[in-house]
T-cell receptor, first 114, second 113 residues
Framework: DAKTTQPTSMDCAEGRAANLPCNHSTISGNEYVYWYRQIHSQGPQYIIHGLKNNETNEMASLIITEDRKSSTLILPHATLRDTAVYYCIVRGYAGGTSYGKLTFGQGTILTVHP | DGGITQSPKYLFRKEGQNVTLSCEQN?????MYWYRQDPGQGLRLIYYSQIVNDFQKGDIAEGYSVSREKKESFPLTVTSAQKNPTAFYLC????????????FGPGTRLTVL
């Protein structure tokens, strides 16, 4: 699976949009971009995933660049409860004995301020 | 409500004792997983199961055992052979196999004294 690079930490004011970047320059054509978040001492929460088109759900939007080498997770109206570690994961399915393992890196610590 | 439950949330055991962590899901998912998370580190896969009565070792299976007798349940036993058992244990499931989105339970924090 391709390696991802995320900023160590980011701040955001409550009510504003939080834009979390992720670089995945070695991503291959059949690899998806997944986002999870983890609030302290809780299990990771799935947010969104995409292949090449932009995606939106009730939690967030995912913008993937045309060359697919980077993406941005957008939380449109951040709240204090969005304070968490956000993980960008690239996950492939092609051949071999891939068993869907998720590889979590260090992630981005997002702190939402009042 | 559908979801994944893990119990208990906190567990304490003496060194040398085996301990079993519970994981139940009512999402009708086929695949289930066990991960371990240590402070400041990512998740590491212990075991996974794609169907009932079948499971496979992950990256760090030594000192652990699992069973999958029912679709809804995937208990993990931490044996005395596991050298560093103190950790945060996470169970996950996915609808139809390994390439589907995985959803996580709340986790069990095991402390071995």
């Amino acid at each position: 699976d391709a390696k991802t690079t995320q900023p160590t930490s980011m701040d955001c004011a409550e009510g504003r949009a939080a834009n979390l970047p992720c670089n995945h320059s070695t991503i291959s054509g059949n690899e998806y971009v997944y986002w999870y978040r983890q609030i302290h001492s809780q299990g990771p929460q799935y947010i969104i995933h995409g292949l090449k088109n932009n995606e939106t759900n009730e939690m967030a939007s995912l913008i993937i660049t045309e060359d697919r080498k980077s993406s941005t997770l957008i939380l449109p109206h951040a709240t204090l409860r969005d304070t968490a570690v956000y993980y960008c994961i690239v996950r492939g399915y092609a051949g071999g004995t891939s068993y869907g393992k998720l590889t979590f890196g260090q992630g981005t610590i997002l702190t939402v301020h009042p | 409500d559908g979801g994944i439950t893990q119990s208990p949330k906190y567990l304490f055991r003496k060194e040398g004792q085996n301990v079993t962590l519970s994981c139940e899901q009512n999402l009708n998912h086929d695949a289930m997983y066990w991960y371990r998370q240590d402070p400041g580190q990512g998740l590491r896969l212990i075991y996974y199961s794609q169907i009932v009565n079948d499971f496979q070792k992950g990256d760090i299976a030594e000192g652990y055992s699992v069973s999958r007798e029912k679709k809804e349940s995937f208990p993990l036993t931490v044996t005395s052979a596991q050298k560093n058992p103190t950790a945060f244990y996470l169970c996950a499931s996915s609808p139809a196999g390994f390439t589907d989105t995985q959803y996580f339970g709340p986790g069990t924090r095991l402390t071995v004294l």
